[in-house]
């Protein structure tokens, strides 16, 4: 079992990668594999400090993980995410049981609209401006920002008992 001191220092760790791969995204429309291969190397330290067995809570995890890459492989596959995003989504789905890993999808496809919604908007009222430059080109949208939103909502009552 993990200590009182390790479950806090593994959620700020998660916490601080995932504002780093919102960060990122928003400016470079990447994230770097180095944030994905952190969260995912921290991911067994988080199941031993919560006392995960290695049979067969650890093997579910890794199961919903492949489940995941191959449902989100298809969403790459036809253009509708990239890979970053769905490298971070299957790295937090190691890190979260089934039930909140399902919340936490529909905390990121909300914020994922509100997000496009807005990149939209922004789009529109620029285009309004003759002198703008803006051409109609498809919008990239940095999902990374609404799955690390995601991440941080599904894991924030927790960071912050740990506070108490």
Not at 39 to 67: K, R, T, Y
Request: aromatic share 10%; charged share 10%.
């Amino acid at each position: 079992m993990g200590s009182t001191f390790t479950l806090p220092i593994l959620l700020f760790l998660l916490a601080g990668l995932l504002v780093l791969a919102a960060i990122e995204d928003a400016r470079t429309r990447e994230i770097a594999n180095t944030k994905t291969a952190a969260i995912v190397l921290l991911a067994p330290l988080w199941w031993w400090a919560n006392g995960l067995s290695p049979w067969p809570d650890m093997a579910i995890q890794i199961g919903i993980a492949a489940a995941v890459f191959a449902l989100f492989c298809i969403a790459f596959h036809f253009g509708l995410m990239g890979g970053g995003d769905v490298k971070l989504i299957v790295a937090l789905s190691l890190w979260l049981p089934f039930g909140a890993f399902m919340a936490m999808l529909m905390v990121m496809s909300i914020a994922g609209g509100v997000l496009t919604a807005g990149m939209l908007i922004a789009r529109k009222l620029a285009m309004r401006r003759a002198d703008s430059g803006v051409e109609n080109a498809a919008i990239e949208v940095p999902y990374g920002i609404a799955i690390a939103f995601a991440g941080l909502v599904a894991v924030h009552e927790p960071l912050l008992n740990s506070l108490r």
